[in-house]
């Protein structure tokens, strides 16, 4: 069987893999795109795309689709404490820092992965769906090719200079390569679609309530994602009744649970977990893994989509340089690392704060009654998660001691 050539294999057509794609075949590279789904499929997530998200989706020319979807605009995010301190937190719109745009989105992910997928079926990508990567073509140091089969068991076998992994948490590039490490951080999502629960006046809620916590977000017209996050252990044991231990859960989340009157459910409950796990960097040249399949920590602070289309961007800029450079040794793509860790490296470590924050009550009242009292830090922080403002400016002494400038 002889294989087909490409210049780039990208494996996973989700939001990562879809522009990686794009981007490449921008660039004049002939792209190879493969996908074990067919299009459009839903697909768990928070289904939030923070203000600078926009900024990507305009340079790959899918953000007026997006708009035009339906995607619901996002100003803010309101937070409950545990002891029911309020928190309305909004995007800055002045000030040193601004977003591409004044607001995130919200859109389903149903038509949010199709608009991408689209897009790159109109450049010269060629796009297999239902296409399931079985295996890597490797010899001695470096990834040369993949295997696939599509669902009559018809193999595949193509091969190109440079594979990228963008196949999500279940990745087999990571797989493959023995890449895939557990987390201490071992949590659970909880997910379903819900109406009835009225005007969400443009903002996405948050409940913390310690050990748990609940995100709402409207991402359509009357209707809105509810996830739920809780210990792993906790809801291991009801495997088989996880949207019973879901509904009863909620139920114990104080600040929430009146929220939910005259809610309706109106769609299956899908669990997701454990939600953290780790990805070493891959010991071979000619590989690059991005998005969900470079490793996950948590849905708190929503920077998943983001993060999936910036490692994109910069998985798609050191690879042309690479195969322009006709050299895709580990050491050529080393640039991508070093960039990705630039651009995700301290947000990660204002979201493991976060975490420490969230996990404990009284850490969780103590923080929201400081936001409440100091604006200043609570608007900068949302620009933080919006991923507009760089996570070092919270680390202000003048910021965080109050000093006038």
Not at 29 to 34: A, E, G, I, R, T
């Amino acid at each position: 069987m002889s294989a087909r050539v490409y210049d780039a294999i990208v494996v996973g057509a989700g939001p990562a893999g879809s522009a990686a794609a794009v981007l490449l075949a921008e660039h004049g590279h002939s792209v190879l795109l493969l996908d074990k789904a067919a299009f459009p499929r839903p697909k768990l997530c928070g289904e939030y795309l923070s203000p600078e998200t926009a900024r990507i989706l305009d340079r790959l020319g899918v953000l007026k689709a997006v708009d035009q979807a339906g995607a619901v605009p996002i100003r803010g995010m309101q937070i409950t404490a545990p002891d029911g301190t309020r928190l309305e937190g909004r995007y800055p719109t002045a000030g040193a820092y601004r977003g591409y745009r004044d607001h995130a989105l919200a859109i389903r992910r149903l038509s949010f992965d199709q608009i991408l997928v689209e897009r790159a079926k109109a450049l010269p990508v060629e796009v297999r769906e239902r296409h399931r990567v079985e295996d890597l073509l490797v010899e001695t140091d470096r990834v040369v090719g993949v295997r696939a089969a599509d669902v009559h068991g018809r193999v595949l076998e193509a091969r190109a200079p440079l594979v990228i992994g963008a196949d999500g948490r279940q990745s087999v590039v990571a797989r493959r390569l023995g890449l895939l490490g557990a987390h201490a951080l071992r949590r659970m999502a909880l997910l379903t679609y819900v109406e009835g629960l009225g005007d969400f006046e443009d903002l996405g809620e948050i409940y913390v309530d310690p050990p748990d916590y609940a995100i709402l977000n409207p991402v359509a017209a009357g209707v809105a994602s509810l996830s739920l996050v809780v210990p792993f252990g906790h809801a291991a044991p009801f495997a088989g009744r996880l949207e019973t231990f879901f509904f009863a859960r909620l139920k114990q989340l104080d600040h929430l649970a009146p929220r939910l009157a005259g809610m309706r459910s109106v769609a299956p409950v899908a669990a997701l977990g454990p939600l953290a796990y780790r990805v070493e960097r891959p010991r071979h040249g000619g590989v690059l893994v991005i998005g969900d399949a470079a490793g996950f920590f948590d849905p708190f602070t929503g920077e998943g989509i983001y993060a999936a289309l910036r490692s994109a961007e910069l998985a798609a800029a050191t690879g042309h340089l690479a195969l322009v450079g006709g050299d895709v040794s580990r050491a050529a793509l080393e640039p991508f690392w070093r960039a990705r860790d630039a651009a995700f490296g301290d947000k990660g470590r204002v979201t493991r704060l976060l975490q420490a924050v969230i996990g404990r009550r009284w850490l969780a009242n103590f923080v929201a009654h400081r936001l409440r009292r100091r604006p200043d830090l609570l608007s900068l922080l949302m620009g933080v998660l919006g991923d507009f403002v760089p996570p070092r400016a919270l680390l202000s002494p003048r910021l965080i001691f109050g000093v006038p400038r």
